[in-house]
């Protein structure tokens, strides 16, 4: 069972921002990798946590390639290597910002 205080939305989300931007991160050169491992643990962990963890999760994508992952006609052009459509690049922050 479930403690009652993760049942309080205000609560649970300080938890999602703690684990979403850990103290010293920029220090110990913690990677961002880890975190979204960790957001997506806690989304499959229950479905009390699961909306507000993939809300973290979304909110904090770089690049499109996440996104255009999900549309299933060019999930294999996404993420096939041997696929002869694979763009020679996806443009991620840096290239849209320009």
């Avoid at 479905?47 to 973290?56: G, K, P, Q, V, Y």
């Amino acid at each position: 069972m479930m403690h009652r205080a993760l049942l309080v939305s205000e609560i649970l989300v300080q938890i999602l921002i703690n684990l979403s931007q850990p103290p010293g991160s920029e220090v110990f050169g913690w990677p961002q990798s880890s975190t979204h491992k960790s957001l997506a643990s806690l989304a499959l962990t229950c479905t009390t946590f699961h909306e507000l963890a993939m809300d973290f999760l979304w909110s904090n994508m770089h690049g499109l390639r996440p996104l255009l992952g999900c549309v299933a006609r060019l999930h294999s052009v996404i993420y096939d290597p041997k696929s002869k459509s694979v763009p020679s690049s996806i443009p991620g922050p840096s290239t849209l910002a320009h």
